[in-house]
């Protein structure tokens, strides 16, 4: 795995060894367990025989979109640091013998893919659309394509906003909500991909597991909500009222280039999932919520 100490990858790799699976974590620095191995993506350095041993590989690298202020260096950073690692495993997995190969790679990509849909419902089968993060998803995604033309199951993830009090869409409003003065932002009518943490490992596994599944895979819950209504319920939960909107030139004040597709409205189904059977432990934003505050 790839990515293994991010807010994801962490999590995952629990959820996997609970379930008796051996995790090998890739990392940039010199290994300090025999569960780990070196590798460097950035100069397309790895060890073919890292994925060799492997019966999947899971990649969930890439710096973190909500976690600093956009400028030129950071948009980089964002693009490289997803084509790089991807481009990397691809290339190795698709270079190994056909006996070696693992028989899947699980690879991270985003909801971005779809740019703004404004209220228009999109599943997998909606093109790209456009903005920095669809472009960024765009090559993402095109970098798998080695691994795929080898004949190894690829699945991308395009995974939506999970929910959970340490991270993603949820910690950084939680200080302001409880403070009484967290607010819809924007308008509050953009719509919101969000699903629980518990579904997003339940169907990294699942997606493991299912052998007929490949492609993009929105991963997502089944019941959009607007980010007003977002709003409303988190406050209901927490019992704090949420009557300080935060205006789009604020955000884009505090945010800049982030802040445009903070605004963004994405209203993505679960297509694949629901197809292939998946069944949701929290399918509404309230049961979601309730589970993430309490983790």
Known sequence: MAGASGFLGTRLVDCLAADGHQVTRLVRRPPRTPAERQWNPSAAQLDPQCVADADAVVNLAGAGVGDKRWNDEYRKLIRTSRVDSTTTLAITIAGLPAADRPTVLLNSSAVGWYGNTGDRA??????????????????????????????????????????????????????????????????????????????????????????????????????????????????????????????????????????????????????????????????????????????
């Open 122 to 295: 999109v599943t997998e089968e909606a093109p790209a659309g456009e903005g920095f993060l669809a472009d960024v998803c765009r090559v993402w995604e095109a970098a798998t394509r080695p691994a795929e033309d080898a004949g190894v199951r690829v699945v991308r993830l395009r995974t939506g906003l999970p929910l959970h009090r340490d991270g993603g869409l949820l910690k950084p409003q939680l200080l302001p909500f409880r403070l009484g003065v967290g607010g819809k932002l924007g308008s509050g009518r953009q719509w919101l991909p969000w699903i629980s943490m518990r579904d997003w490992l339940d169907a990294a596994a699942f997606l493991l597991a299912r052998g007929d599944v490949a492609g993009p895979v929105n991963v997502v819950g089944p019941a959009p909500v607007t980010n007003a209504e977002f709003t409303r319920e988190l406050a209901r939960q927490l019992h704090r009222p949420a009557i300080m909107p935060i205006p789009a030139v604020a955000l884009k004040v505090a945010l800049g280039g982030f802040a445009q597709e903070a605004l963004t409205s994405t209203r993505v189904l679960p297509g694949v999932l629901g197809k292939a059977g998946f069944s949701w432990t929290h399918p509404d934003l309230p049961g979601a919520l309730r589970a993430a505050l309490a983790e």
